[in-house]
């Protein structure tokens, strides 16, 4: 199965692509953006060329797992996502993912390898994945 995997930020995205049977993944986008609207454009293409089964999408909450003010925007966009592509959205905690991803990736692709990251945890914390 498909998986894409987002790290939801407020002027860019990064993008994961996994498979649950070979449970591998990889990064394959950043996306910088202006508005709600030219993003989902840009996502539809990443849609459209890698038919997911459904989306990741990484939840950045506070280390005593509350709610931080981007874990409230990323649950709205997911909500958003999941009724305009009408695709189940998951939303995994992500804290540290962009920290860890400095150890792997060059600034340019952090951000989808933060969305990898995040992606890869997902697979390896779901034995149904």
């Known amino acids: ?3 894409l995997a987002i790290d939801f930020g ?3 995205v990064g993008l994961a692509i996994g498979n649950t049977l070979t449970k591998t993944s990889m990064p394959i ?3 910088f953006y202006k508005s709600k609207q030219e993003l989902f454009n ?3 293409k990443h849609v459209i060329e890698w038919k997911p089964e459904f989306i ?3 939840n950045p909450l506070n280390m005593d797992q509350t709610e931080s003010e981007m874990s409230k ?3 709205k966009f997911s909500t958003q996502f999941s009724k305009k592509f009408n695709l189940t959205v998951k ?3 992500e804290r540290l993912s962009s920290f860890e991803a400095k150890e792997f990736a060059k600034d340019d692709n952090l951000d989808a390898m933060a969305a990898k990251l995040i ?3 997902w697979m390896n914390n779901n034995e149904h994945s």
């Open 91 to 93: 939303l995994v905690d």
């Open 10 to 12: 407020l002027k860019k």
């Open 29 to 31: 986008s950043t996306i």
């Open 42 to 44: 840009l996502l539809e």
């Open 119 to 121: 992606l890869d945890s």
């Open 56 to 58: 990741i999408i990484g």
């Open 73 to 75: 925007l990323a649950e």
């Open 1 to 3: 199965m498909q998986i």
